[in-house]
């Protein structure tokens, strides 16, 4: 019925045949996207492009933080690992916000304003004297203005960068249609692709300015990343014609509320045996081109929501369409849909404790090894360029390897390799090995420091490129996780919660980031005593940072469990077909 209803719009719009999209998606106009005018790869790659500039941005200021913060605003290992953190969790924790809003636009322009201040705070009151924070040559007493007003700058990148990221995923997906064989399989690549984007727009960042950055050009860096935003924020706009959308489906923080509120006011009802009687109209729906979802029996309480009461109705014995007494069964569904997505987005936050690692510990860890080959210095933070490479190479592994070789040992050539949550899993495990990498790798620093200097505070005899299998496996993790979670989530929320979906993963990502923080202070609470300066002091060659390391494998390792079991727990998403009214578990 909805097929049929797309259709007639179609040829109301056009009077030749052209095809329109089956999922529902609109041009800019809010007519039926036709399919050969609009989304496909077209919009796909400029979105890609976008992404990897708007990267480039973001990562011009993140990849070298905590040397900022260190070098030139003094601060110490310790509390500038936990400022990284708190800054990059509120970047996600925006996020959410975003997912909410949709506030794609306007978060470019928060990002470009954030890099420009915080590029003239740091040339005007930070970079005294010229050429300072380069490691050898130290700044100057800092002031109160310059430290506030460069803190409001990076803020503000964290509130722009977070208010377009989750959307950004979701809406590149959008650009193809799920109802058509071709087009999905392109979706599904895509998230593979955008995570690609996101990891080469970073390169430059981690390489070029980090090098630039770590020789005290840190108003350079800031320019150019003020640059590429700018830039991503014109190609984002030049695309407009080509885009689909989807309508706007309402606020999803209301309808949740609406079905918890509803089946709260009915607990005292007796409900029937038979899920028949519940409400189910899908009129609405139709309107909106969204997908009807199937009932499941799971979270039973919360289908008293949908139950037709005696008090649905007034004395005319018409239906009172109020949605805080009576919810539809697909509403309800979103609410249970979301509830059982919880404890798979819970179990990876401990794996966003330990990918934010490489942007924080693993550059203190790097800044106190040697750094130079071949007369020429290596900026610690450019090693996450090491991740990158990885992230490249094991796209390629999974998608054209590993992903054939699994679906032929499946028998079924038209499915997929690893489902999503069998993917995170083995990212949970690669991540456990990255963490007793680093602290094997710490374990042979700490013993060549003390074998050359015993008592001195400089870097270690042993070479920064010890450092390549953890952020390899770092690299190979985020691949099973990161691009696993954002296909996972997309797939498993509902149609008018998709910008939610990516938001979770987001949020995971975040609060990896506030617990990563929190975790650093309790260690280093519980481990400076009697004199000793803890695990994580300013001078790493006194402290234990291995320790740590290998407390994040334990964690992680436990952290797996729990996850297999909530993995074997979880059920799929149930929709009808829009068209054939078959159910389709996603």
């Not at 503000?156 to 959307?167: K, S, T």
């Not at 689909?244 to 918890?260: A, E, M």
């Amino acid at each position: 019925m909805a097929c049929l209803q797309v259709s007639k719009e179609c040829k109301m719009i056009k009077q030749e045949e052209e095809e329109c999209t089956l999922d529902g998606t609109v041009d800019r106009h809010g007519r039926p996207a036709i399919r050969a005018k609009t989304g496909q790869w077209v919009a796909g790659i400029v979105i890609l492009f976008n992404q990897g500039l708007a990267t480039l941005a973001f990562f011009g200021v993140g990849v070298n933080l905590v040397l900022f913060l260190t070098r030139v605003l003094q601060q110490n290992n310790a509390d500038a690992a936990n400022n990284v953190s708190k800054w990059t969790g509120t970047v996600y924790i925006c996020s959410l916000v975003g997912a909410f809003l949709s506030d794609s636009y306007w978060g470019r322009y928060k990002t470009c304003m954030g890099l420009a201040s915080s590029s003239l705070s740091s040339y005007l009151f930070l970079l005294k004297p010229r050429g300072c924070g380069d490691g050898t040559t130290p700044c100057g007493p800092q002031s109160n203005l310059g430290i506030v007003l460069f803190y409001l700058s990076i803020y503000l990148v964290a509130l722009g960068n977070g208010g377009y990221q989750p959307n950004i995923a979701t809406f590149g997906a959008d650009q193809f249609d799920e109802e058509d064989v071709k087009e999905g399989h392109h979706k599904v690549a895509f998230f593979s692709y955008f995570y690609l984007a996101l990891n080469l727009g970073s390169l430059f960042s981690n390489t070029i300015l980090g090098y630039f950055e770590d020789e005290g050009m840190w108003a350079l860096g800031f320019w150019v990343s003020t640059f590429s935003a700018f830039v991503a924020l014109l190609l984002f706009l030049v695309g407009t014609p080509r885009y689909r959308h989807f309508k706007p489906s309402g606020n999803p923080l209301s309808r949740f509320c609406q079905v918890i509120v509803a089946a709260g006011k009915k607990w005292r009802v007796e409900m029937p045996p038979s899920d028949e009687e519940l409400y189910d109209v899908y009129e609405d729906l139709i309107t909106n081109n969204g997908r009807r979802i199937l009932h499941t029996h799971g979270f039973k309480f919360l289908d008293r929501a949908a139950y037709i009461s005696s008090r649905d109705f007034d004395d005319q014995k018409q239906r009172l369409n109020n949605p805080w007494h009576l919810c539809p069964v697909t509403q309800v569904e979103e609410v249970k849909c979301i509830l059982r997505l919880l404890p798979i987005w819970l179990c990876t936050i401990l794996y966003s404790v330990v990918f934010t690692q490489m942007a924080s510990l693993f550059v203190v860890q790097g800044a106190a090894m040697r750094t130079t080959f071949s007369n020429f210095r290596i900026p610690p933070a450019s090693m996450s360029s090491f991740d990158i490479l990885s992230v490249a190479l094991f796209i390629f592994i999974y998608r054209r390897v590993l992903d054939p070789i699994v679906s032929r040992i499946k028998g079924k050539s038209d499915t997929k390799g690893l489902t999503e949550l069998q993917r995170m899993g083995v990212g949970l495990v690669i991540a456990i090995l990255a963490m007793l990498s680093a602290g094997m790798v710490e374990c042979y620093r700490l013993k060549y420091a003390k074998k050359d200097c015993p008592h001195c505070e400089g870097s270690s005899s042993l070479s920064i490129f010890w450092q390549v299998p953890q952020y390899a496996l770092i690299g190979a993790s985020e691949v099973f996780m990161y691009v696993g979670q954002l296909e996972f989530f997309n797939a498993q929320t509902p149609d008018g919660l998709k910008s939610f979906g990516s938001a979770l993963c987001m949020t995971s990502i975040s609060l990896g980031n506030y617990v990563s923080s929190l975790l650093v202070s309790i260690v280093m609470k519980i481990s400076t005593v009697d004199n000793m300066p803890g695990w994580i002091p300013g001078n790493l060659n006194r402290g234990h940072l291995d320790r740590f390391y290998f407390l994040l494998a334990g964690l992680t390792t436990i952290d797996l469990v729990v996850y297999i079991a909530c993995a074997k727990w979880y059920k799929c998403i149930k929709l009808e077909d829009k068209c054939d009214g078959d159910e389709k578990c996603v």
